[in-house]
């Protein structure tokens, strides 16, 4: 029995978590969000299980999220770049705002309180939902996507917001690449690339921002904060990482034999109810 949890209750968990990472590679490759908007929420509820604190509870789904990102974002990348689908030049334009705003975003996770993260979560993919679900062509802020000052504004706002909510960008790419013309299997695939982006330095952030956190926790035993490096719960990653990698392309697979409008129904609906989970937990 370890941090007054049973054994089979230990066993729930990594159960759980490994279903989590098959579910989190299967939307890293069919909606290109690097499966973050699904393994944060999943995680705030194991990691309540095992009795992590609540005043740290978000911070350590987000940084272990970035974390599990990183191996299947590079999964997906190397699946959709076959497709021809994915615009490098928007990769090159948007590398260094991005990498920027995700040094940004770690700053701020070191001193932001929990309810922070979640007002974040529930803004931005309720935000999404309305445009994917309700959206329609004629809703657009441009031909293209603009260059020089309002495509580095575009980067570094995706780097902030991507690491405070512990995804992979894709949501922030989606909207901004569709709103700007592109096809969503366009900004899908391309997304998936910003996600490596994010995710690495994001990582190597979050570790930066939770390693003086344990400090506070004197009585929380390793199981309770997950062997943590910083903000990443060693354990969580471990788990989840590899179930993750066999489902990616599957979704890949997927997204490019449903149509548009399909698509955006699908990851409307999903942002959607991620959403409420955390709004949820707000009031």
């Known amino acids: 029995m370890i941090a007054g949890?049973?054994?089979?209750?230990?066993?729930?968990?990594?159960?759980?978590?490994i279903v989590v990472g098959a579910t989190a590679g299967f939307f890293a490759g069919l909606f290109g969000v690097g499966?973050?908007?699904?393994?944060?929420?999943?995680?705030?509820?194991?990691?309540?299980l095992a009795g992590v604190p609540v005043e740290v509870r978000i911070p350590l789904c987000v940084g272990t999220s970035l974390a599990i990102i990183i191996p299947t974002a590079i999964r997906s990348y190397l699946a959709?770049?076959?497709?021809?689908?994915?615009?490098?030049?928007?990769?090159?334009?948007?590398?260094?705002?991005i990498i920027v705003g995700v040094i940004a975003g770690t700053l701020i996770a070191r001193f932001a309180p929990?309810?922070?993260?979640?007002?974040?979560?529930?803004?931005?993919?309720?935000?999404?939902?309305?445009?994917?679900?309700?959206?329609?062509?004629?809703?657009?802020?441009?031909?293209?996507?603009?260059?020089?000052?309002?495509?580095?504004?575009?980067?570094?706002?995706?780097?902030?917001?991507?690491?405070?909510m512990g995804i992979g960008g894709g949501l922030f790419c989606n909207l901004v690449m569709t709103l700007y013309g592109r096809s969503i299997h366009q900004s899908i695939a391309t997304s998936t690339g910003l996600a490596v982006l994010i995710a690495i330095p994001g990582a190597l952030g979050?570790?930066?921002?939770?390693?003086?956190?344990?400090?506070?926790?004197?009585?929380?035993t390793a199981l309770q904060f997950p062997f943590a490096l910083g903000y990443i719960s060693l354990i969580g990653a471990a788990l989840i990482t590899p179930t993750s990698l066999l489902t990616a392309p599957?979704?890949?697979?997927?997204?490019?034999?449903?149509?548009?409008?399909?698509?955006?129904?699908?990851?409307?609906?999903?942002?959607?109810?991620?959403?409420?989970?955390?709004?949820?937990?707000?009031?």
Request: proline residues 4%; positive net charge.
């Open 250 to 283: 599957l979704g890949v697979k997927l997204a490019h034999a449903l149509t548009k409008r399909q698509l955006e129904v699908g990851f409307g609906i999903y942002l959607f109810l991620t959403g409420v989970r955390f709004f949820v937990a707000l009031v």
């Open 35 to 48: 499966g973050g908007a699904i393994v944060v929420p999943f995680l705030y509820e194991c990691f309540g």
């Open 80 to 97: 959709h770049r076959p497709t021809g689908t994915i615009d490098n030049a928007i990769l090159r334009g948007w590398a260094i705002p």
């Open 114 to 164: 929990e309810a922070l993260f979640k007002i974040v979560f529930v803004i931005v993919a309720w935000a999404a939902a309305i445009r994917l679900l309700f959206g329609r062509d004629s809703w657009r802020l441009g031909d293209d996507i603009p260059k020089g000052i309002m495509m580095q504004l575009y980067g570094v706002t995706m780097g902030v917001l991507s690491t405070l």
């Open 5 to 17: 949890l049973n054994y089979a209750e230990i066993g729930e968990l990594i159960g759980l978590m």
């Open 206 to 220: 979050y570790i930066y921002a939770g390693w003086p956190v344990a400090a506070r926790f004197p009585d929380v």
